[in-house]
């Protein structure tokens, strides 16, 4: 810019141009700044916000990258789990996880990213957890997807489930108890009363028999009818207690079983137990014997089996069951009619500590098996 021959008042007026425009670039700088200032401010609340939320839940909220490893761990998981942040963050979430869960957890998210299958997210389900003393202890866990420009988070929400856990036990105890006292009473009070009533019944129709043929034949039905009730009220004592207190009560219960469904369902259901298995845990033997019954139902209803084995043994330091059918076979859902079943017997498995796997049969058909711990 050439400022000879410019007089002082265009001078004057270009220099107060050059100072306001000067001002106003100073002006917008500041404001630019403010802004900037304004957003970090906004997202330092935003973070301490989500932060406080996090820390104040009630579940445990651990989040992860694509590739397994922890991002964020919450004050409920801290609690849960008896890691501190700094010993988790930037390690695999694995780390929490005892096996089977463990070494198979790696496997789910290389599956999912292939696949874009998932078989875990957006589904709640009952699994263990591995706390940092060792012990392992039951948790219901979901996980959560979100997607971010440059990939991808999952979200685990964690509960421990071990007081709830107690609580149906000692309630499934207390049930099973009942149903067994009753199943007594009516094996060794009313059974026993029937019995005599039919006795009664016989002599009365031999007394009656030489006076009066009408009175006698009356007399007979009464004692038939009493023998119907006898043999009614023994089936439902033993449906309420199938399993007798003697260590050897559960191998006898599943013999009878698998002879009651051959006469009942005239289908091939044959019972196996190489070695004995004494078992002087009733409760635990009636939940395997439930199970067992399950399996079977569901064989010959669903599966339209002609052919079941039931086998007891044991392998290594477990007692395992299994039934084997020549069915349709287990569908690849996992789920017959509801699935209630199922459900059931994976219930009463958690209750004896146990596992529960069902997958196809060699030959087809479903093969269903049982571990628990041997005691």
């Known amino acids: 810019m050439h400022l000879s021959g410019l007089d002082r008042a265009t001078l004057l007026e270009r220099l107060r141009a050059l100072e306001a425009r000067a001002t106003e670039d100073q002006l917008q700088q500041l404001l630019?700044?403010?802004?900037?200032?304004?957003?970090?401010?906004?997202?330092?609340?935003?973070?301490?916000?989500?932060?406080?939320?996090l820390d104040t839940a009630v579940e445990g909220i651990i989040t992860i990258d694509e590739r397994g490893l922890i991002e964020s761990y919450n004050l409920a998981a801290q609690k849960i789990f008896g890691y501190r942040p700094e010993e988790v963050i930037g390690k695999n979430v694995s780390m929490l996880m005892p096996m089977p869960y463990k070494k198979d957890h790696d496997s789910f998210i290389a599956n999912y990213r292939l696949t874009a299958q998932p078989k875990i997210i957006g589904i709640g389900r009952e699994v263990m957890g591995l706390r940092k003393d060792g012990s392992t202890f039951p948790m219901d866990l979901s996980v959560s997807e979100v997607r971010l420009e440059k990939g991808r988070i999952f979200t685990g929400f964690v509960r421990d489930i071990t007081e709830r856990k107690r609580l149906e036990k000692e309630i499934l105890e207390i049930s099973e108890s009942e149903r067994r006292s009753i199943g007594h009473a009516l094996h060794d009070g009313l059974s026993q009363h029937l019995a005599g009533i039919e006795m009664m019944s016989q002599v009365l129709q031999q007394n009656l028999s030489s006076k009066s043929k009408a009175a006698a034949a009356q007399a007979g039905k009464i004692a038939e009818h009493v023998r119907e009730a006898l043999v009614q009220t023994r089936m439902l004592a033993r449906g309420l207690s199938p399993v007798s207190?003697?260590?050897?009560?559960?191998?006898?219960?599943?013999?009878?079983?698998?002879?009651?469904?051959r006469r009942m369902f005239r289908v091939d259901c044959h019972f196996e137990c190489p070695e004995p298995v004494l078992m002087q845990d009733n409760v635990t033997a009636t939940h395997v014997y439930r199970i067992a019954q399950e399996a079977i139902n569901n064989a010959i209803k669903h599966g339209k089996a002609t052919d079941i084995g039931v086998a007891l043994g044991r392998k290594l330091t477990n007692f395992q069951l299994s039934v084997i059918d020549n069915g349709k076979g287990f569908p690849a859902d996992g789920q017959r009619n509801g699935g209630m079943g199922l459900q059931i017997m994976k219930y009463r498995a958690g209750m004896i500590e146990g596992t529960l796997q069902i997958e196809p049969g060699a030959e087809g058909g479903t093969k269903l098996v049982c571990s628990w711990k041997a005691r």
């Not at 630019?32 to 939320?53: G, N, P």
């Not at 207190?245 to 469904?261: F, N, P, T």
């Open 32 to 53: 630019i700044t403010a802004e900037r200032k304004r957003d970090q401010s906004a997202l330092r609340d935003s973070e301490e916000r989500i932060k406080a939320i």
């Open 245 to 261: 207190i003697e260590s050897e009560g559960l191998m006898s219960a599943l013999q009878e079983l698998a002879a009651s469904i």
